[in-house]
């Protein structure tokens, strides 16, 4: 079975703090998908990673395809960075589908 | 450029009544297409999948049905809304390794 595992579920930081949201996956994919989802709904993709890692202004995506394994991290958080991220994997092949962590909610207090 | 519009973005629907969601994509050709759902407090859930026009693969037996009338053209339906139909709705696109997903769209069924 394809699963997508997120830790932790809940997080609270201050801010200013460097926060990490783990994702590990079960066999081998294409693709991982980093978004974020603010209270409204809407959805944001941050990054798209194969190998290695990322990064765009105070976020940082890493992926290790051997461990089956990704983190992001936010250096300098801040209270808008409150919201709930989520890991998307896409697993090989022409059908491959996109399969969904459940989400890391992440609250920052100022 | 590579986008997709996704809508409404919210939507407040009677019990009974139809729906109709619309996802169209652009920049691409014949991408697999997603559905998916997020229930309050729950993960992105796939809904339903298309890996080409008139194909529509079902992963979750439920009161909805998906039509692809189009290469770049996914719809979500139903004939008569439940309240457990109630959530967050999201189509997104895949190719290859690259993804992309809609803003959403949050249904309340009252």
């Known amino acids: 079975k394809n699963e997508v595992e997120q830790s932790p579920q809940n997080l609270t930081a201050q801010e200013g703090e460097f926060i990490t949201i783990n994702c590990s996956y079960s066999v081998g994919i294409s693709a991982l998908h980093w978004l974020q989802q603010h209270p409204g709904g809407g959805i944001v993709s941050l990054f798209m990673?194969?190998?290695g890692k990322k990064k765009h202004g105070r976020l940082i995506a890493t992926i290790n395809i051997q461990e089956k394994h990704s983190s992001l991290h936010i250096t300098a958080s801040h209270p808008r960075d409150s919201a709930v991220y989520i890991c998307a994997v896409r697993y090989g092949g022409s059908q491959g589908n996109l399969i969904f962590g459940k989400g890391t909610k992440l609250s920052v207090k100022p | 450029s590579q986008t997709i519009h996704q809508w409404p973005a919210t939507l407040v629907q009677p019990v009974g009544s139809p729906l109709s969601l619309e996802c169209t994509v652009e920049g691409t050709s014949n991408p697999n297409l997603y559905w998916y759902r997020q229930a309050a407090g729950r993960g992105l859930q796939l809904l339903f999948y298309?890996?080409?026009?008139?194909?529509i693969s079902s992963e979750v037996p439920q009161n909805l049905s998906a039509s692809r009338p189009q290469d770049r053209q996914f719809i979500l339906s139903s004939k008569k809304l439940l309240l457990s139909d109630s959530g967050f709705y999201l189509c997104?696109?895949?190719?290859?390794?690259?993804?992309?997903f809609g803003q959403g769209t949050r249904l309340t069924v009252v």
């Open positions: 997104a696109w895949s190719r290859d390794s690259r993804a992309f």
């Open positions: 990673l194969s190998s």
């Open positions: 298309s890996v080409g026009i008139g194909q």
